[in-house]
Every structure is written in C-alpha cells, then in structure tokens.
C-alpha cells in the first residue's frame, strides 16, 4: 500500500500568486513522479462550485458574515469529502488553492466572525484532513490588488477583491500572525520576487518538509 498522500494548501491575498504557483507546484510534483490532485476553495467538488458561485457573487453578502461562513464550511465539508480525503487516502498528493486559514482571516479576524463558531466548523469539515503544508505568499496589499485587477481585465471585482486597500493590508497581517503560531505547519514566502525565484523557493520548501524527510521503516512481521 501507498499510505496516506501529503497535503499542501496556499494562503495569501487577492492577487498574490497563489493560483500560479498552486498550479506550477502541482506540476513539478507529477515530474517527479508523483500523482496529484490540483483543487481550490470555495469549490473543488461539484457541491462546492455551485456554494462557491453563491458567495463570489456577492447575493449572500446582506444575509451576514456568519452565514457566509456557514456557507464556507458547507462548500468545505463537500470538497473534503468528496475531493481531498478520497485522493489522500488513495495516497495522492493533494494541493489547494486556499483553505482553513482564508476563514479564519476573511471571516474570523476581519469578519468579526466569533472565532469558537470557526473553530467547531473546522473541526465539523476538516477533522484529520489539516494540511501538512501551508505555503503562505506573502506581497503587500496594493502590489497584489494591482496583480488581481490587471489579470481580471474589464471583469466586475468580486466579493472580496472590492474592499478597501486597508482591509486588504489587516488580511496580510492576519496570515502572517497565524503563520507565525503554526512555524511547523507554514512556510512564508515573498510573493513579491519575480515568478521562477517564488516557484524556487516553494520547491525548497516541499523538499525539506515534505519530500527529503526520512520516511519510518516498515514494519517488518516475523
Ligand atoms: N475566501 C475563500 C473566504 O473569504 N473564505 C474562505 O474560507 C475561502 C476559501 C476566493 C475569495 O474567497 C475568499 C477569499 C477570496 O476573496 P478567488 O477568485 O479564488 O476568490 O480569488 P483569490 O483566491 O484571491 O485568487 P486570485 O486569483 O485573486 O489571486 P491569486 O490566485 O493569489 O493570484 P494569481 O496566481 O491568479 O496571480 C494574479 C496575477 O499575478 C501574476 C499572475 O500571472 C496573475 O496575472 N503573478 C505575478 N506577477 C509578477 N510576479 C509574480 N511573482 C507573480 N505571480 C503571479
């Protein structure tokens, strides 16, 4: 048997390069040979894409921050389910386009979102499925509210993206401090450097924590 997969999340803001190098990452995983599932939230599932349609579009926004989570976490408990568990137990790597950390930063510290409400639907959603990685891309605010907007083209902004530079700058912070309490679980990296340095350093990382680790013999039965 394969044992269990890996799982590696990335975390950022709107515009940080999260989706590049999530995708970019999940193809130098197959090179080596590796078999990878490459998914995002809100969505990853069919369940999930239609929740995720729902809450971008900014209809469920007067219902109120606690039903946007509530909202998060049915779309998280689908994917989960029906998605990541499913391929990491099959023993593929699973990599994802945000995950637990964007609500407890969207809906926890800037939603006001009372974090025991965050703590026991991720444990509801979540349970064994934590990431083993979380690759944090850091830029600033403004540099990454640009990238978004550059790549959206004439496109309306989304829910989130059409908040304030100052909201934006509060949601970098947060990551960094949650970041800062789970050392083991993230690695931070300056979404700012040019695209092949950020894929070089991510690559770094996945190669100390996840992939050079010395695996534990198996069980020999005599
Ligand atoms: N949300 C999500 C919550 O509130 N709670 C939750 O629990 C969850 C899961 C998702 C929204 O939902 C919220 C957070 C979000 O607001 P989304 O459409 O999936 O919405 O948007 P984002 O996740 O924010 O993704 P973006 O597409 O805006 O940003 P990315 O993925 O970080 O950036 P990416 O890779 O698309 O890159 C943006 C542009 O920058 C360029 C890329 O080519 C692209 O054009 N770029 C670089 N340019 C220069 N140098 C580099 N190093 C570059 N890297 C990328």
Known sequence: MSGR??????????????????????????????????????GGSPGAEIIRHIILS???KPLGTETE????????????????????QAGRWVVCDRFVDSTRVYQGTLGKVDMKLIRAL????????????TILLDVPANIGLARAKTRRGSGVADRFEAESVEFHEELRQAFLNIAARE???????????????VS????QAVQERLLDVPQPAEAVTP
């Open 5 to 42: 997969g890996k799982f590696i999340t990335f975390e950022g803001g709107e515009g940080s390069g999260k989706s590049t190098h999530a995708a970019a990452l999940a193809e130098a995983l197959k090179a080596r040979g590796l078999d990878v599932v490459l998914t995002r939230e809100p």
């Open 200 to 203: 070089e350093r991510i690559w």
């Open 58 to 60: 900014g209809i469920a």
């Open 122 to 133: 991720e444990r509801v959603t979540v349970g064994e499925a934590m990431p083993d990685l």
């Open 69 to 88: 989570t509530i909202l998060f976490a049915a779309a998280r408990d689908d994917h989960v389910k029906a998605t990541i568990l499913p391929a990491l």
């Open 183 to 197: 050392p083991k679980r993230f690695a931070v990296i300056d979404g700012r450097a040019p695209r092949d340095v």
